[in-house]
Nanobody, 124 residues
Framework: QVQLVESGGGLVQAGDSMRLSCAASGRTSTIFRMAWFRQAPGKEREFVGAIRWTGSTIYYGDSVKGRFTVSRDSAQNTVDLQMNSLKPEDTAVYYC?????????????????WGQGTQVTVSS
């Protein structure tokens, strides 16, 4: 089993930056890829970004390219999401996810483990 705990959410203004962190514990040696998803009220869960556990091969969702950065801290067993130039439409609950295999990287159903989520609210 893998446990994931997100931290760093809160309320910011449009144009501000925020950093989220996801700490992984348990059988981390079985992790192949980690990802960030988000879900706004009344909407489907949306892919934000993904990174291989080794730190290579990073993917981003179209709506966040150029503004968000996913990174991995191997010493801390964390995956971070740096969010710049935040917009009100970025408001959502952000979830960290992990999977033990390759293949598709941007569909929520392909991930086995999930954190509890952290709220990010961007005011205009």
């Amino acid at each position: 089993q893998v446990q994931l705990v997100e931290s760093g959410g809160g309320l910011v203004q449009a144009g501000d930056s925020m950093r989220l962190s996801c700490a992984a514990s348990g059988r981390t040696s079985t992790i192949f890829r980690m990802a960030w998803f988000r879900q706004a009220p009344g909407k489907e869960r949306e892919f934000v970004g993904a990174i291989r556990w080794t730190g290579s091969t990073i993917y981003y969702g179209d709506s966040v390219k150029g503004r968000f950065t996913v990174s991995r801290d191997s010493a801390q067993n964390t995956v971070d999401l740096q969010m710049n130039s935040l917009k009100p439409e970025d408001t959502a609950v952000y979830y960290c996810a992990a999977k033990g295999t390759g293949g598709t990287y941007n569909t929520a159903v392909s991930y086995n483990y999930w954190g509890q989520g952290t709220q990010v609210t961007v005011s205009s």
